[in-house]
C-alpha cells in the first residue's frame, strides 16, 4: 500500500500574499494548526524552513508552510 500525501497547495492560491504570520497560521490552516503549536515546533527546529522575522513578528513563505503541511501530514483510507 502506497502512502498518500494530501495537497494543500489550493490554501496558497487562497491566500493573498505571499507570507503568512505566525498568528495567521490558524486561519490559513482551517484551524489545523494552532499559533503555540507551531511557536513549539519552531524551538525545536521542526517548524517550516525559512522563517522571517520583522521586529517581534514572525512569518513564513506559504510555499514553506504549504511544503511542511504536506511533509507532516497522510490520507487515511
Known amino acids: 500500500m502506497t502512502e498518500q500525501k494530501p495537497d494543500f497547495s489550493s490554501l496558497a492560491k487562497k491566500w493573498p500574499s505571499p507570507y503568512v504570520a505566525r498568528q495567521e497560521v490558524e486561519k490559513f490552516t482551517g ?31 506559504v510555499q514553506s508552510i504549504v511544503e511542511w503541511l504536506e511533509n507532516r501530514s497522510k490520507v487515511f483510507e
Open 31 to 61: 484551524g489545523m494548526i494552532s499559533i503555540k503549536y507551531l511557536a513549539n515546533l519552531d524551538c525545536q527546529g521542526l517548524g517550516p524552513k525559512g522563517r522571517v522575522k520583522v521586529g517581534r513578528k514572525i512569518a513564513y513563505s
